[in-house]
């Protein structure tokens, strides 16, 4: 890549079919904002979710779509690469493929389902599954209300498995003011999770120890 270093960090992202395709779409922006390299991965009914609620409408084929994401993201050449549903050549693909942790924003409860059972029907199952069993950091964001009994049994299961569950559930006493202030509390708590420096909002006790320091 044009200008980076070969010790930038490499995430894989996968946004699948839930509602909520702002949190993986601002979550990409932030990561090639932090000069990481993105593999991403996006199912067909993530691209329905994605026009439905955003402006942005994907091209059908992975280098068309490469293009829109990375002009979108503001990213440099080579720093976003779009992998197609049966690239079974992707890096994310094989645990021989390069070591990096692994996030699906939004987290559909089919894609909780197949990976909490092995299904790898797909690059986006595959890559989960890989990192499970290369014991890799997995981060599943589900958006779903309420939660059936399969759900929340899936979770747990993959959570025994060694992911980590992280629903986009924001809080509120960050006293927030648009809708982008929602969205930036999940994502910086995924970034967080990633050891990925964000600035979108102060951690929890860092005005109160500033003050303690200050005095």
Known sequence: MNGMSEQV??????????SGAQYGLRL???????????????????????????D???????????????????????????F?????????????????????CPCSTGTLSALATGASNNLIERAGDVA????????LVPREAPYSEVHLENMLKLTRMGAVILPASPGFYHKPESVQDLVDFVVARLLDHLDVPQ??????????AERKRDS
Do not use: H, Y
């Open 84 to 104: 197609g549903r049966e690239d079974w050549f992707a890096p994310p693909a094989s645990g021989s493929g390069e070591k990096a942790p692994m996030i699906v």
């Open 132 to 139: 499970l069993k290369e014991r890799r950091p997995l981060i």
């Open 9 to 18: 960090r490499t995430i894989n992202l996968a946004i699948t079919g839930a």
């Open 28 to 54: 990409l922006e932030c990561l090639v904002a932090a000069g990481c390299r993105v593999n991403v991965m996006v199912s067909r009914a993530a691209q329905v979710v994605i026009a439905t609620e955003t």
């Open 56 to 82: 942005l409408k994907l091209p059908g084929t992975p280098p068309a779509m490469q293009a829109a994401l990375a002009e979108w993201a503001g990213a440099e050449s080579g720093q976003v690469l779009v």
């Open 199 to 208: 600035t979108l909002m102060p951690r929890w006790g860092e005005a109160r």
